[in-house]
């Protein structure tokens, strides 16, 4: 039998807490992200092309931006759904334990910073769904008063950005775990 040198720069060895968080919070994190995603991948065309300013050329690009928030934010919460696969057990230099492949946790680092991309497509959103709408009677044709319906529509990419952020704020240090993460956890 043949014995290959494994490359330490593909695999890490896990603490065991660091494992079972990994293992518990990100499928969790993920699953929730993932049922949020397809919601707003549903709600926001049917009521985007519902509310009152509808008929405005600006609306068609303030839905295709609330969209791409929302299928970013799919592939984020797929990518944690996910995550625990690459976790297997395994020989390092200190013995057998846990070790997460480095090369598939690195590959879903894209999609983790995708839900996060809404830090761009947010301001672009508001500026192209808000133009034509006030708080008081609309005093010209162009202006809409404000009804639940586009408050609601208003707020899911503010949804989508918050959980962006908290999936790569979370992710990102349990699956690419720096040397201090790692001695941490090993130690608590």
């Not at 034509?132 to 208003?154: A, K, M, N, R």
Request: charge should be positive; include cysteine; aromatic fraction near 10%.
């Amino acid at each position: 039998m043949y014995d290959y040198p494994i490359d330490p720069r593909a695999y890490v060895w896990l603490p065991p807490k660091l494992t079972a968080k990994l293992k518990r919070t990100l499928p969790l994190l993920g699953g929730i992200t993932t049922a949020v995603a397809l919601a707003m991948c549903v709600a926001v065309p049917v009521m985007g092309y519902t509310l009152p300013t509808s008929e405005s050329a600006t609306n068609g690009i303030s839905v295709m931006l609330a969209m791409f928030s929302a299928v970013m934010l799919l592939m984020t919460g797929l990518a944690l759904l996910f995550a625990p696969t690459w976790v297997e057990v395994g020989h390092h230099p200190g013995g057998t334990g846990h070790i997460l492949r480095l090369r598939p946790a690195s590959i879903s680092i894209g999609p983790l910073c995708g839900g996060a991309t809404s830090i761009v497509v947010l301001p672009l959103f508001y500026l192209f769904s808000s133009g034509g709408l006030t708080w008081s009677e609309p005093q010209s044709d162009s202006d809409v008063q404000i009804t639940f319906g586009i408050v609601v529509y208003l707020l899911m990419p503010v949804v989508a950005f918050a959980l962006g952020v908290v999936d790569a704020a979370i992710g990102w240090p349990i699956l690419r775990p720096s040397k201090e993460t790692l001695y941490r956890y090993s130690r608590a």
